[in-house]
């Protein structure tokens, strides 16, 4: 018999600000929730309380060994008293699933349990009852609620019906209840009023600090909500601001296990955001660990540049910085990592050096061509002066032979070296750069010498750029056959031709060629477009030379990726063209 409330209505907001719909909304289901919460505990409580005074009421008969007691009107009386608790109590968790409005619920409960509370005090002697503290409980009920004056007028109401009462029983304007033992009128006027004064002021002093109570709950409740509110919108700010970053953000423990990460870094690494929580990131890039370790548990890691490896085996090339991460204390308890993908900027910038590079070298190629060319001449016609004089021996016959193809390997070299440093003229037009790759590939495999070489070309129709024809056969075929001098034992040349879409509606024209040959090293991988640079014997090293130097001049890119052992592709692409 215990009184039960929910929160309180709606409240003023003190500080003066209106809280937003969405914040409104969530603090109301909070509340709703929380009274709810509230109701079911005091309903247990109160079930408690019954069954505790329902023992003691059985406890006292058997210990004066007067159970027949029990099945007296009086003891009727009260066992009908705790069935009506019990039922009540049934039908009130009955209609919690039904209820909307917590408040009007709990006051529903408080009246009553506060007449229960009255007739039970009448029963037990009104002023002289020893269950007159149970007003006190339905005080302290609404006092742990956020209500500011509900423990007042819970206080106020329950110290009228406690004289009312006592002085309707005293004055025998109650009748009694049968087999009742203490009346009301058993006592002096002085113990009346000594025994009202005395609850009374029980009453008033509890529903006093209970007010207080509800006071400081009903601010501290305020100040929660604020604070929480706070902490959201910061909470808010901070994911908002990661989650802009262009750039990748992790958070990792001291052992490197990611703690938390931003959606730019799972686009470089190419890793799921669910999946990699928890993962060691150097799982992902290998070179971070040492740069982790040099630093020291409590220094930061200055900028340096580390590969990582992408789940698809392509590496990306990372600018990493790191910096401690720190709790509340001080305590460092792992680190915040921040790097950004230079692979694209590294290979800008490799392809504007090669191009300088080769633009060097390419116009000093062209006058020292042009000045062996023309002695070269000379030479090669003193040569067939000599073959053709008479006298001559087949010795000297053979001498001369060795002259001339030596002296002709030169005039090929040089003429290579001259379409490299200044390429022929041709004038441009559309080309199906499908139908360019599928001729050159059929030619090919006429001319193949090693018929352990497969031939796969798979093209798109229609994907058009504006080139010299010639010039660009010379660039597939120039592939194609170090794709094949790559493939010693036989293997596949697969050619590729495919559109590729970008951002603003733009698209390239992309021709990859590859082969599962022996593939590139890594230090010869930064020399391959170099002039007079080879790994093949007899080779001039001036074929990817001219490769990547008609792609630059048809405004195009040109990528290697290799693998030791596996095989290497180069991806060409072109401003796409409408055919």
Same mark, same amino acid.
């Given at each position: 018999?215990?009184?039960?409330?929910?929160?309180?209505?709606?409240?003023?907001?003190?500080?003066?600000?209106?809280?937003?719909?969405?914040?409104?909304?969530?603090?109301?289901?909070?509340?709703?929730?929380?009274?709810?919460?509230?109701?079911?505990? !005091?309903?247990?409580?109160?079930?408690?309380?019954?069954?505790?005074?329902?023992?003691?009421?059985?406890?006292?008969?058997?210990?004066?060994?007067?159970?027949?007691?029990?099945?007296?009107?009086?003891?009727?009386?009260?066992?009908?008293?705790?069935?009506?608790?019990?039922?009540?109590?049934?039908?009130?968790?009955?209609?919690?699933?039904?209820?909307?409005?917590?408040?009007?619920?709990?006051?529903?409960?408080?009246?009553?349990?506060?007449?229960?509370?009255?007739?039970?005090?009448?029963?037990?002697?009104g002023a002289q009852s020893g269950y007159a503290f149970l007003f006190l409980v339905d005080v302290v009920a609404?006092?742990?609620?956020?209500?500011?004056?509900?423990?007042?007028?819970?206080?106020?109401?329950?110290? !009228?019906?406690?004289?009312?009462?006592?002085?309707?029983?005293?004055?025998?304007?109650?009748?009694?209840?049968?087999?009742?033992?203490?009346?009301?009128?058993?006592?002096?006027?002085?113990?009346?009023?000594?025994?009202?004064?005395?609850?009374?002021?029980?009453?008033?002093?509890?529903?006093?600090? @209970?007010?207080?109570?509800?006071?400081?709950?009903?601010?501290?409740?305020?100040?929660?909500?604020?604070?929480?509110?706070?902490?959201?919108?910061?909470?808010?700010?901070?994911?908002?601001?990661?989650?802009?970053?262009?750039?990748?953000?992790?958070?990792?423990?001291?052992?490197?296990?990611?703690?938390?990460?931003?959606?730019?870094?799972?686009?470089?690494?190419?890793?799921?955001?669910?999946?990699?929580?928890?993962?060691?990131?150097?799982?992902?890039?290998?070179?971070?660990?040492?740069?982790?370790?040099?630093?020291?548990?409590?220094?930061?890691?200055?900028?340096?540049?580390?590969?990582?490896?992408?789940?698809?085996?392509?590496?990306?090339?990372?600018?990493?910085?790191?910096?401690?991460?720190?709790?509340?204390?001080?305590?460092?308890?792992?680190?915040?990592?921040?790097?950004?993908?230079?692979?694209?900027?590294?290979?800008?910038?490799?392809?504007?050096?090669?191009?300088?590079?080769?633009?060097?070298?390419?116009?000093?190629?062209?006058?020292?061509?042009?000045?062996?060319?023309?002695?070269?001449?000379?030479?090669?016609?003193?040569?067939?002066?000599?073959?053709?004089?008479?006298?001559?021996?087949?010795?000297?016959?053979?001498?001369?032979?060795?002259?001339?193809?030596?002296?002709?390997?030169?005039?090929?070299?040089?003429?290579?070296?001259?379409?490299?440093?200044?390429?022929?003229?041709?004038?441009?037009?559309?080309?199906?750069?499908?139908?360019?790759?599928?001729?050159?590939?059929?030619?090919?495999?006429?001319?193949?010498?090693?018929?352990?070489?497969?031939?796969?070309?798979?093209?798109?129709?229609?994907?058009?750029?504006?080139?010299?024809?010639?010039?660009?056969?010379?660039?597939?075929?120039?592939?194609?056959?170090?794709?094949?001098?790559?493939?010693?034992?036989?293997?596949?040349?697969?050619?590729?031709?495919?559109?590729?879409?970008?951002?603003? @509606?733009?698209?390239?024209?992309? !021709?990859?060629?590859?082969?599962?040959?022996?593939?590139?090293?890594?230090?010869?991988?930064?020399?391959?477009?170099?002039?007079?640079?080879?790994?093949?014997?007899?080779?001039?090293?001036?074929?990817?030379?001219?490769?990547?130097?008609?792609?630059?001049?048809?405004?195009?890119?040109?990528?290697?990726?290799?693998?030791?052992?596996?095989?290497?592709?180069?991806?060409?692409?072109?401003?796409?063209?409408?055919?």
């Amino acid at each position: 018999m215990v009184a039960v409330a929910a929160t309180d209505e709606p409240r003023d907001d003190t500080s003066g600000k209106a809280l937003t719909a969405r914040g409104e909304r969530a603090s109301q289901d909070r509340d709703l929730k929380e009274s709810l919460r509230t109701i079911t505990y !005091l309903m247990l409580f109160r079930v408690g309380l019954a069954t505790m005074l329902l023992l003691a009421v059985v406890a006292t008969a058997v210990g004066e060994h007067r159970l027949d007691s029990l099945n007296g009107p009086f003891a009727r009386f009260a066992f009908a008293l705790l069935t009506t608790t019990y039922v009540a109590t049934l039908a009130y968790a009955l209609a919690l699933k039904r209820v909307r409005d917590p408040v009007r619920f709990a006051y529903v409960q408080i009246g009553v349990d506060l007449a229960q509370i009255s007739l039970l005090v009448h029963a037990t002697g009104g002023a002289q009852s020893g269950y007159a503290f149970l007003f006190l409980v339905d005080v302290v009920a609404v006092a742990l609620l956020p209500k500011r004056y509900g423990a007042a007028y819970v206080a106020t109401v329950s110290v !009228l019906l406690m004289i009312g009462v006592a002085l309707a029983g005293y004055l025998h304007l109650l009748p009694p209840v049968p087999m009742q033992t203490v009346m009301p009128w058993d006592l002096t006027r002085q113990e009346l009023f000594s025994r009202l004064a005395l609850n009374v002021a029980g009453i008033v002093s509890v529903g006093a600090l @209970g007010m207080n109570l509800s006071t400081q709950t009903r601010r501290a409740g305020e100040r929660l909500l604020k604070q929480q509110q706070a902490a959201g919108n910061l909470a808010l700010l901070h994911q908002n601001t990661i989650r802009c970053l262009s750039s990748g953000l992790v958070t990792v423990t001291m052992d490197g296990a990611i703690t938390s990460i931003n959606e730019a870094a799972c686009e470089i690494l190419g890793i799921g955001q669910t999946s990699a929580l928890g993962q060691p990131l150097a799982q992902r890039i290998p070179g971070l660990s040492s740069a982790l370790d040099e630093a020291g548990p409590v220094g930061s890691v200055k900028r340096q540049e580390v590969d990582a490896i992408l789940p698809d085996g392509s590496v990306r090339r990372l600018g990493v910085s790191a910096a401690p991460l720190t709790d509340h204390t001080g305590e460092v308890i792992g680190r915040v990592i921040h790097f950004q993908d230079l692979t694209e900027l590294r290979r800008m910038q490799r392809a504007v050096e090669r191009s300088e590079r080769l633009a060097t070298i390419g116009r000093l190629a062209a006058g020292i061509a042009h000045e062996i060319r023309n002695p070269l001449a000379s030479i090669s016609g003193s040569v067939e002066v000599l073959r053709s004089s008479p006298g001559t021996d087949n010795e000297s016959r053979q001498l001369i032979d060795i002259a001339v193809r030596e002296v002709d390997r030169l005039d090929r070299l040089i003429t290579d070296l001259l379409d490299y440093a200044r390429p022929r003229t041709e004038e441009r037009q559309p080309l199906d750069l499908g139908e360019v790759a599928t001729e050159i590939a059929k030619a090919f495999e006429q001319e193949k010498r090693n018929a352990d070489i497969r031939m796969v070309v798979d093209a798109e129709d229609g994907v058009g750029i504006e080139g010299a024809s010639s010039q660009l056969r010379q660039v597939l075929w120039n592939l194609i056959r170090n794709a094949a001098d790559a493939m010693p034992k036989g293997g596949t040349i697969r050619i590729q031709v495919m559109r590729e879409e970008k951002t603003g @509606g733009r698209s390239d024209s992309a !021709l990859s060629v590859a082969d599962t040959g022996v593939g590139i090293s890594k230090e010869e991988m930064e020399r391959i477009f170099e002039p007079f640079f080879s790994s093949k014997p007899g080779g001039t090293g001036l074929g990817l030379a001219t490769v990547a130097r008609i792609v630059e001049d048809h405004r195009g890119t040109i990528d290697t990726a290799s693998r030791p052992g596996e095989g290497t592709t180069f991806t060409l692409r072109f401003p796409s063209i409408p055919l």
